[in-house]
Structure formats: structure tokens, C-alpha cells
């Protein structure tokens, strides 16, 4: 069998990867030149399901708690198991006890406990919450290599105009250019930045009643800063607002921000469903895998399992047993 | 029932469609409620010709009456052009005008406010101002045009409940005849039956039922406590005295002893 996946995004390569494994032909195309442009591409890649059940419903920690050792296992040495820190400024302390309520996988921790984990943030907050078996991977490394990967393994790339082959089925995974009215797109927005004055070992969240923002450190002194959540499916330029509240959020975690460089600011689409799930649906041609919203490393693999599975007509309804 | 501008409610409930886990609990929790009203946030940058569309499709199935916001409107000329393009947006006059004076604490800037309603007033909106429980701003606002007040009980969000309750009771005794609605502190359920008893004519919530545990048994309890306030008030309630006051009579008993 030959199946074509429509979308390089983090959907359609971890399907990719799953289908592969399995002895399938796989075909993957884009309309775009690589993988740069797509949602995924300005995604946090915190590997975060206890966090997220903060504010999303069961499934997403089920099956979210998979992710790690997925990735883990598709590219190795990518994946970096340092928990996220959880922390609120002073005056939003309510913050961090509504958090912890409404989440589990955690440990409280004081001031030095703090520090002990996150040096540069010593003297800061007198309180955190650390979630010691959350993980997170760097999106874009994560993508570039897994699409090498794939190809060494015999899937082919049709970028851009090139036109792919026939195929006997055909997976959608293009987010929000896929048809489907039940998808709506929730715009998010992110800034880069490069400081050599902090580093941080692990995601950290900053609590904010309205503006709650995380911060992942990644290689060559960089930070990312995200993400604005507001219903729109504008995937225009960043507004100063949202640059400001992120930027705002960053100086509140470490007043060293101030002076970091902006080297790239970015806004894109998530493509999510009424109930913030993702869904596999079965369409004339194959199948869709759609809704990632802001879980898309998170979940992508266990999606990509119930899609190959699905293709390969076993139908194990991950995500309806999920739900139970 | 409750009357705004003219519209008549049964719900004495009117809830915010911000900060829910997605818009399937903010519908289902909105359905719990029974409320008949719900605002919407208009950011300035999600509308246009590219608006939120599928959002606010979810928010029209609803098929309950829709007050557009000017939530995050820092000045006055902001917020007139945020009402304009939510009438256009909408199809409705109604607006709950927000002009915020500070961005941390969002507390209302009652100078550009009362400018704003008389603005939005003269262009046929029916405006429904957030704003303190101060009783000059509050004429103000009614000489501007406004027939419906909504004094907060304390800042957006914070979940306090009311923390100035001699000024809420003075602005009800102020304004016997003007719907009051309380928006914007309440945190529980027994947040709103408290102003609900003192004769406010509704409430307006968002965070405590958004950010609840489960917004949906939220909402509905909010609901029933909403009514339950409501017929308190109706009923009388008893003010509180300094001593002991027995509920049997005590003719007849030696009680001066």
C-alpha cells in the first residue's frame, strides 16, 4: 500500500514515521519548500501533559503522557527529561494554588528548591511547583531531523509544486488548509530571543491571571516566549500588544531579558476543534488527522498511532478509549 | 423578569465566553446556566475581514442575545471604534463598555468612560457601562445616556466578593429605579447570592465559572444561587440585630426576672 500524507507538519510526520515502521510506502507532501512555515514550526515543543491538564480536558494528559518516550525513541538524544517549573510573581501567588489544584505529577517547592533547580532564578520566587517527568525537544531540530530520518528510510518528499505520486490512500494533515467546518484556527504568537546573561535548564511557566506565558531555553543562548491564545485564524505579524505582554512576562521572570536581542518574532494558526481535541476522522480518500491546537508534539504521536493504525485497518481507537 | 433597554429576561445571569478549557465547555456551561446573555470580547486585532469567525460562529449558535465588549480599551476613542465595529459585527446596539485605566489592575477609567457612553449614546448604542460603585460617576453615566449601570464588587477576576458592601447597598438605595447589574469580583456562588439579597438586578461573571474546576456545575450552581438571591430579596430578609431575639412568645413567662 501507498499512502500519501498531505502536511510536513509535526502531524504528518509523526504519521510518516509511524507508517514506515509498519512497511508501508509513504509519500509526503507540502505545498510549502520545508518544513518552515507550518504551525508546528513556531510550537514550544514541551513535552508538558500535566501542565496542560491545567486548562484541557482528560485525554490530552492519557495521551500526552506518551509523548516523551515516543520522540524519545524516534530520535534519540532529543528529548530533554528536566520537568518544568512552574513559578508565579509575588502578587499572583493565588495563581500557583489554583494551578496546582486543578493539576497533579507535581512537587511544591521553596525558594532554595528553586534556585537548586534554576540557579539564575535564585532570590526570585519563594514558591514553585516543579513537574519532575515532563520533558521538552527543540521543534525544529525535532522536525528536520525526523524528516531525514524518514527519508533515509525510503519516504520521499514532494515539496513545494512537485507533484506526488498516485496513492491508494491518502492522509490529510494539513491543519487548517483542510476543509472541515468544524475546525477553527486560535492564533498564536511568539518571540525569540538570545541572552548569554540567564540560562535556564527546563521550560519555565510564569503564572499571570490573563497573560500566563512559558519560556523554553534552547541551544545558542535562546529563548523562546509564547504564546498568545486568541480566537482568529489571522496569521498576520505579531501585534505590539502581544509583544509587549510576552516581553513584559519574560522581564517579570528574569529582569536580565531586558537586554536580550529579539531575533525573531513569529505568529501562526493552530488549528483546533470545538472541544480543543484533536481528532482522526475518516475521509473519502483516507483519513484526517486535524486539531492539534497548542498540543501538537505532545499529541501528534498518539494520534499518529490511531491514524496508522486505522489505515492499516486495525482500527484501536486510541482516543475513544481515552475518553472512555 | 428583568428588563434591559426594553428586553425582558427571565435569566438573571449573564455570562463572559473568555478563558474556558475550549469553546465546547464555554457552550455546555452557558446551556447549564440557563442564562439568556452572553458578552464577547471584541480585540481589536481579531477583527476586520478576518475575524474570529469560527469562535464567534460557535457564540451565534448559542441563540442567546450577545453583548459585544470592549474589553482591553484603554482610551476612549479605542473604545467608540471597538462598539462601532461590534454593532457592525453583531447586529446589535447593545455594547458593556469597558474603558480601562490601568492595564495591571484593570480598573475602569471613570472620566473616559462617562465620555465614551455619551459618545456611544448619541449614536443609538445602549450602553452598559463597567464601572465603580462610585455614586457621582454613576449619575453621570445616566445623564450620558446610560439605563443600565454595572458596578463592579471588586477588581475583574479577582474572585473576592464584594469588599465594599456599605457602597453597594448605597448605590442601590441610590438608584431604586436604574437595573444594576454586578459585574466583575464575584468568585462564588455565595458572592452573588450576597448582592442578589441586596437587590441587585443581576450579575455578570466570567473567571469564576471559566476557571472553575468544572465550569459547567459552576455555572449551573451560579444559577440557581442567582434565583435563589432574587426571591431573598423579594421575600425580605430579615436585617441583622444586636441581641438575641426569640422566635416564640414569651407572654407569659416570668422573663423579667
Same mark, same amino acid.
Given at each position: 500500500m501507498h499512502v500519501l500524507i498531505r502536511g510536513a507538519g509535526v502531524a504528518g510526520l509523526t504519521l510518516a514515521h509511524e507508517l514506515v515502521r509498519a512497511g508501508t510506502q509513504v509519500t509526503v507532501c507540502d505545498i510549502r519548500s520545508g518544513p518552515a512555515g507550518s504551525a508546528s514550526w513556531l510550537a514550544g515543543g %514541551? +513535552?508538558?501533559?500535566?501542565? &496542560?491538564?491545567?486548562?484541557?480536558?482528560? =485525554? !490530552?494528559l492519557t495521551l500526552g503522557r506518551l509523548a516523551a518516550d515516543w520522540w524519545d525513541a524516534a530520535l534519540p538524544g532529543h528529548v530533554t527529561r528536566n520537568g518544568t517549573l512552574v513559578v508565579a510573581p509575588a502578587r499572583d501567588a493565588a495563581e500557583l494554588d489554583r494551578f496546582a489544584a486543578r493539576t497533579g505529577g507535581h512537587e511544591w517547592l521553596d525558594g532554595n528548591a528553586v534556585?537548586?533547580?534554576?540557579?539564575?532564578?535564585?532570590?526570585?520566587f519563594r514558591r514553585g511547583l516543579f513537574f519532575r517527568d515532563e520533558a521538552h525537544l527543540e521543534p525544529r531540530q525535532a522536525m528536520t531531523t525526523l524528516s531525514a530520518a524518514l527519508k533515509t528510510?525510503?519516504?520521499?518528499?514532494?515539496?513545494?509544486?512537485d507533484t506526488p505520486a498516485e496513492a491508494d490512500r491518502i492522509a490529510d494533515c494539513t491543519g487548517m488548509a483542510f476543509a472541515d467546518?468544524?475546525?477553527?484556527?486560535?492564533?498564536g504568537e %511568539? +518571540?525569540?530571543?538570545?541572552? &548569554?546573561?540567564?540560562?535556564?535548564?527546563? =521550560? !519555565?511557566?510564569?503564572?499571570?491571571?490573563?497573560?500566563?506565558v512559558y519560556i523554553v531555553p534552547r541551544?545558542?543562548?535562546?529563548?523562546?516566549?509564547?504564546?498568545?491564545?486568541?480566537?482568529?485564524d489571522d496569521d498576520g505579524p505579531i501585534s505590539a500588544r502581544s509583544t509587549m505582554e510576552l516581553l513584559n512576562a519574560a522581564y517579570s521572570l528574569h529582569p536580565a531579558f531586558a537586554e536580550a536581542k529579539i531575533v525573531e518574532t513569529g505568529a501562526g494558526v493552530r488549528p483546533a476543534y470545538a472541544d480543543n481535541l484533536p481528532r482522526v476522522k475518516q475521509t473519502r480518500e483516507g483519513i484526517s488527522v486535524n486539531g492539534l491546537y497548542r498540543h501538537g508534539f505532545l499529541l501528534s504521536p498518539a494520534m499518529a498511532q490511531e491514524a496508522a493504525a486505522l489505515i492499516l485497518n486495525e482500527r484501536v481507537e486510541a482516543f475513544d478509549e481515552a475518553h472512555g | 423578569m428583568l428588563t434591559l433597554y426594553g428586553e425582558t429576561l427571565a435569566s438573571r445571569l449573564l455570562l463572559g465566553t473568555a478563558q474556558y478549557p475550549s469553546p465546547a465547555i464555554m457552550a455546555e456551561a452557558v446551556r447549564a446556566s440557563a442564562c439568556e446573555t452572553v458578552t464577547v470580547s471584541l480585540r481589536r486585532e481579531t477583527t476586520g475581514n478576518r475575524t474570529g469567525g469560527q469562535f464567534l460562529e460557535l457564540i451565534r449558535e448559542l441563540g442567546v442575545r450577545i453583548l459585544p465588549n470592549t474589553a482591553g480599551c484603554h482610551s476612549v476613542k479605542e473604545a467608540v471604534i471597538t462598539a462601532q465595529m461590534a454593532r457592525e459585527l453583531f447586529g446589535t446596539d447593545w455594547i458593556k463598555l469597558e474603558v480601562i485605566g490601568h492595564h495591571d489592575t484593570l480598573q475602569p477609567d471613570v472620566f473616559g468612560l462617562v465620555e465614551a457612553a455619551r459618545i456611544l449614546s448619541s449614536e443609538g448604542f445602549k450602553v452598559f457601562p463597567y464601572t465603580t460603585d462610585d455614586l457621582v460617576v454613576a449619575e453621570r453615566l445616566l445623564e450620558a445616556g446610560c439605563a443600565v449601570l454595572m458596578p463592579w464588587c471588586a477588581p475583574i477576576g479577582s474572585a473576592r466578593g464584594p469588599v465594599n458592601v456599605d457602597g453597594l447597598r448605597a448605590i442601590r438605595a441610590h438608584f431604586p429605579d436604574v437595573p444594576l447589574i454586578v459585574d466583575a469580583g464575584l468568585g462564588r456562588p455565595s458572592h452573588?447570592?450576597?448582592?442578589?439579597?441586596?437587590?441587585?438586578?443581576?450579575?455578570?461573571?466570567?473567571?469564576?465559572?471559566a476557571k472553575a474546576?468544572?465550569?459547567?456545575a459552576m455555572a449551573a450552581a451560579f444559577a440557581e444561587v442567582v434565583e435563589a438571591g432574587r426571591n431573598a430579596f423579594l421575600a425580605g430578609p430579615l436585617e441583622p440585630r444586636d441581641m438575641a431575639v426569640p422566635s416564640t412568645p414569651v407572654i407569659g413567662k416570668a422573663v423579667f426576672e
Open positions: %514541551m +513535552l508538558a501533559p500535566w501542565c &496542560e491538564r491545567e486548562n484541557a480536558e482528560e =485525554p !490530552v534556585a537548586l533547580l534554576e540557579p539564575d532564578l535564585a532570590g526570585r528510510a525510503g519516504v520521499r518528499f514532494a515539496y513545494g509544486n467546518k468544524e475546525l477553527r484556527g486560535v492564533r %511568539m +518571540l525569540l530571543l538570545q541572552t &548569554e546573561e540567564i540560562s535556564l535548564s527546563r =521550560p !519555565v511557566r510564569l503564572l499571570h491571571p490573563r497573560i500566563p541551544e545558542g543562548h535562546h529563548f523562546m516566549v509564547g504564546a498568545t491564545m486568541i480566537e482568529s | 452573588a447570592a450576597m448582592v442578589m439579597e441586596l437587590g441587585f438586578d443581576a450579575v455578570l461573571l466570567n473567571t469564576a465559572v474546576s468544572d465550569p459547567v
